[in-house]
């Protein structure tokens, strides 16, 4: 893609309400426009981001044998009122013609569960997964920290049903070991922590991704042996590394990036989602749920990955491959930068070409750093005199000379 | 995919309130599940279909030179009093807390209008055109005719930035031969026709491109000469054939599938979006926006193409190239269709595979008739005898025997 058609500009400063890392540097570099407290438009750069997420979480969910849907946002009333969740307080209410009443969906147990009904009738249906990417609403007290809290966003969420509980612990288990496979490949692994967490109405414990950082609203109490953790919400019970037995759990601030719950029945004995026994019995059908939201991730990449000078993506969620700088006044640079845009493209490598003939070099460097798309490449006299182009990587303060005619091989450095 | 793993069955009968033909092959051969009047949710089937009319659409739109965005669903209610659009009596409002009051959007010129302007500062950062592909809200006086009229729905929407008039019309010209390219691709090409409408509050005239069908709840009036419409709405002042001066036209109902608009200055002037000109002086940004709602287009080729005995999808938008049958009991007929199923997934041709042993070939027969890939291979005793499989289009009664050798041969089948 050219630079130039990009309307999305870089800004040299952050608005001032713009209250976090991830808020000022996503809005700075033209990833994310606020459209008012807790609510953000992506932008090309932006939704580019949140696709490579999607994708990797997509690929994970495939491999799990879940199949994707995509359910409303809308839903009446009255199924959460069914549920025993319409007294929820951060639920949107809204009424349309002739007094219908809905709810913007926070999740979608109460969509997923009635709809499974209609095409679960024995135990040869159990069991199956469905996941989504859709768009969830949350009337929150406090919208804050850029995309780490917000009144709507994307979320990922799977759901999966089970004959008995024996079943969807194994799938649990599967699921978990899914998530970690993600944030390791999101580039957020190592901080990210596996942590034993309070159940809520449906089970006694479930289980929290959280990524340690100083943004985070939750506190964890980590083992560092194990590198799990322990959500201080049941740390009162739970006052030991349930893995290693360690006493000394240190307190850290951090970010839950994903849960995944055992609903055991709740549901389907709500909205009556049962199936026949090979015996002929009805019995209730066994539900797991398990979240992941994109665009919060997005947030936290950008709150691990950064310096100073701006975003660091790690290659997976990187908008691009590499970032083509053209650097200097003569046209010949120009034409020979395009060329290698071509190449790279042919090959297959993703570009973004700073081809704006009016930026001076010093804009453009630092619209790379703020950018943050891991491999910089510079066409200029001084490069062209040697024949070859300066390779850098964003998190590395060393430049290397690559001949011209040996361009395309980039995508091996390692 | 293995048929056996899709969780959505088909349906012999459809349900009562299924009130068109779109609704009942739809949700009888699992691609939709209605979710409440006019809201609906897109089982596995349903989203491929969905995403394949979206990417045919994105191509298109990528060849106009747009950038993908994604904007948010809920907007502050301030911006539709700001534009003049806050008493439409199809808005959904809804509060949250400390009386923040919010609508959610059935179009987005009131967010894409200020997020605009914060780019856009010469007459340097235009023309440029955003496009997303984002979830709309419409409190209908009636949701009907399952897919063409809902409160919920998909819309890709397009929004175009010029200096000037010119620009502006130039740019409309060539999203109008898009459109025509996008039904054309999309296999309703022949009965969808570039219907002169009114232009609203916005500008004189607009276009639309209007599908004849008899679900429709339009009337246009038809030039067969040149395949063009003219909407009832303007018959008065517009009586003839604005392309030859036909005054013969023949009325006829259809269904909108797309809408191009010039919008002028309207926008602009109420959110302040102006550029300065080579002079140095202040002017509005003329702008234009383009609509297709690509679940209603699923809809719409499904009343254009089907038979008594289920769905008949256009290439395009089919969720499978092809639709294997394993018809028997006897093991070896499941292991041979399980071979065709592996090379043709290998030579990249997606397959739904009816792996189920306990159904029937009669059952089987139907449902691929139902849901209506337009490539059916059977594997059976019969065609075995013969080192062969049968291969039978979904829109020809004429079946062909074709030797397992050459089975990767049937995407060159035209």
Not at 58 to 65: A, H, I, S, T, V
Not at 138 to 148: F, T, V, Y
Request: hydrophobic share 40%; proline share 3%.
């Amino acid at each position: 893609m050219l630079y130039s058609k990009l309307f999305s500009k870089t800004a040299k400063t952050a608005p001032s309400d713009a209250d976090s890392i991830n808020a000022r540097l996503l809005i700075r570099a033209g990833f994310i426009h606020k459209q008012m407290a807790g609510v953000y438009a992506f932008l090309p750069l932006g939704l580019m981001v949140l696709n490579k997420i999607q994708d990797v979480i997509r690929e994970e969910m495939e491999k799990l044998g879940a199949l994707e849907i995509l359910m409303p946002a809308l839903t009446q009333e009255e199924s959460w009122e069914k549920s025993g969740r319409g007294k929820l307080d951060i639920l949107y209410h809204l009424q349309g013609r002739e007094g219908a009443k809905f709810v913007l969906n926070p999740t979608h147990e109460e969509v997923i569960t009635p709809l499974a009904a209609q095409y679960v009738a024995s135990y040869r249906d159990l069991p199956f997964a469905a996941f989504q990417f859709q768009d969830k609403f949350r009337d929150e007290p406090r919208a804050k920290s850029g995309l780490l809290r917000t009144r709507e966003f994307i979320m990922k969420d799977l759901y999966s049903f089970h004959a008995d509980k024996k079943d969807l612990i194994k799938y649990y288990n599967k699921v978990m070991r899914a998530y970690s496979r993600i944030f390791q490949r999101l580039g957020i692994g190592k901080q990210t922590i596996l942590t034993l967490a309070s159940g809520g109405s449906f089970s006694k414990y479930s289980h929290e991704f959280q990524t340690i950082s100083e943004v985070g609203e939750d506190t964890i109490y980590l083992c560092e042996k194990c590198r799990e953790g322990i959500n201080q919400e049941v740390i009162i019970e739970l006052n030991v590394c349930q893995r290693c037995g360690n006493q000394n759990l240190r307190p850290e601030k951090a970010v839950e990036v994903g849960n995944i719950f055992m609903l055991g029945s709740k549901f389907s004995r709500a909205f009556g989602l049962t199936y026949k026994t090979p015996e002929g019995k009805d019995e209730l059908v066994e539900m797991g749920c398990y979240g992941i939201g994109p665009s919060r991730v997005m947030g936290v990449i950008v709150e691990m990955c950064h310096d100073e000078k701006g975003i660091i993506w790690p290659q997976a969620a990187s908008p691009f491959g590499a970032h083509l700088l053209a650097i200097g006044r003569e046209k010949n640079i120009y034409k020979e930068a395009e060329k290698v845009y071509r190449q790279l493209s042919e090959k297959g490598i993703d570009v973004l070409y700073d081809d704006r003939t009016e930026a001076s070099s010093g804009e453009k460097f630092a619209d790379a750093d703020l950018i943050g798309i891991p491999l910089r490449i510079v066409i200029s006299e001084k490069t062209l005199a040697k024949k070859s182009a300066e390779i850098k990587k964003r998190n590395s303060s060393k430049a290397v000379l690559l001949p011209l005619a040996k361009i395309t091989e980039i995508s091996d450095l390692k």
